[in-house]
């Protein structure tokens, strides 16, 4: 008896989804995890700098979306079952070797990358499906919670099969299928804890792990600067400037959110923590595009940076101030939450109208614009934050 327990212990089988720990680290295994899907988001963004085009886009963001969807499954399956055994070392590591395989096929001719990319995709897909398969395996209260994972996993599956089979045009149509298959199961599973008397929601290691990866893609941002302004063919006062100025808005991008939405909590509750999770994907897309922007902005025969850089400015805005209604606020500052989001979707359809405007400023001046608007906002952000603290004080 004693040496099947030494043996459970060492292999490590699926912690018990009755068994979440409250506070929990984030493993130095987590990080490297991130990094290897954060590495497949950089070369489709490098891909996206290099076809700056509505269609081409949309195929980035399709494929963002699956991305983000493999690391999201990997990250809750860690945080909700994982533990110091082997078997979660080597079902990282596995997830870990097929997105880089993704990074290695995603730089190939578009002929040869369509076919590569969707069979590498198909690969994840079925891991993912074996991987919440496999707890109930182990748990056997859990297998009636896995059978929405399997089903919904499978059929999506079946779907990027038969996409290699028919016409390009079908993949408008089957894409949105094959995502809406892979983002469906939590809801349906969710529905069936509620009959149980359970509920899900995002601890404060997963709420911490979507900050991390943000953080990570806000990388991604600073070295779109640094190529963008690499491009310059001489590095004097005004490439200094455009990249001083570049820098700066990145940094007011980073003080917004990190400041507005990785310090608060999320709100108790399913649809508050899926809903939230679900509103990483525009933001995180948004500061890829910002990346792309600042790629290829400082070449003066370009134009649709500019306009780029707008609209990923506002999506990025918008999408935070949707974030305030999921998140608990400071207990004694209750009333700032609607001011703080009213505030946000303004200055974001701001950037949203002067996209349309197309007013004749250089580079440097719309560069200078975006950051005078930002800084602005938190000023602002902080006058209602202490203006509210110092009449709570003086009450």
């Not at 080597?90 to 040869?112: N, Y």
Request: a positive charge; charged letters at 15%; glycine letters at 6%.
């Amino acid at each position: 008896m004693k040496a099947r327990t030494g043996s459970a212990a060492w292999w490590g089988p699926p912690r018990k989804f009755a068994e979440q720990q409250q506070e929990r680290r984030v493993s130095w295994l987590e990080l490297f995890y991130d990094l290897v899907y954060v590495i497949a988001i950089s070369r489709i963004t490098h891909q996206l700098a290099q076809h700056i085009s509505v269609d081409y886009f949309i195929g980035y963001a399709f494929l963002f979306i699956l991305i983000f969807w493999g690391w999201l499954n990997g990250s809750m399956h860690h945080d909700m079952h994982g533990n110091e055994g082997l078997r979660t070392r080597l079902m990282t590591l596995w997830q870990m070797i097929i997105i880089a395989a993704l990074a290695v096929v995603i730089g190939q001719s578009p002929e040869k990358g369509y076919f590569n990319i969707t069979i590498v995709l198909m690969v994840m897909q079925l891991f993912v499906t074996y991987m919440w398969w496999s707890v109930g395996f182990y748990d056997k209260s859990h297998r009636r919670y896995n059978k929405p994972y399997t089903i919904f996993y499978l059929i999506a599956f079946a779907l990027m099969g038969l996409s290699l089979m028919l016409p390009g045009k079908w993949l408008k149509l089957i894409v949105p299928v094959v995502i809406l298959c892979n983002y469906a199961p939590p809801f349906v599973a969710h529905i069936m804890l509620r009959r149980n008397s359970t509920d899900l929601k995002l601890s404060s290691s997963m709420f911490e792990r979507l900050g991390l990866f943000a953080i990570i893609i806000f990388g991604e941002v600073v070295l779109g600067v640094v190529n963008g302004v690499s491009k310059m063919e001489e590095l004097d006062f005004t490439a200094w400037l455009n990249f001083a100025l570049a820098i700066a808005i990145v940094f007011t991008l980073w003080w917004i959110f990190f400041t507005l939405v990785a310090q608060m909590e999320v709100k108790s509750g399913f649809l508050s923590a899926t809903l939230l999770e679900l509103l990483y994907i525009p933001t995180l897309i948004s500061l890829s595009l910002i990346a792309v922007s600042f790629t290829s902005f400082f070449e003066i025969h370009h134009e649709i940076p500019l306009q780029k850089l707008g609209y990923a400015v506002a999506t990025y805005l918008t999408s935070i101030s949707l974030m305030m209604g999921l998140l608990v606020f400071h207990e004694r500052l209750p009333g700032l939450k609607r001011p703080v989001s009213i505030s946000l979707l303004v200055t974001a359809s701001l950037f949203f109208i002067s996209t349309q405007i197309h007013l004749p400023f250089s580079r440097q001046l719309y560069l200078a614009g975006v950051l005078v608007i930002l800084v602005l906002e938190i000023i602002y952000l902080n006058a209602l934050y202490y203006g509210m603290r110092n009449r709570q004080e003086g009450g």
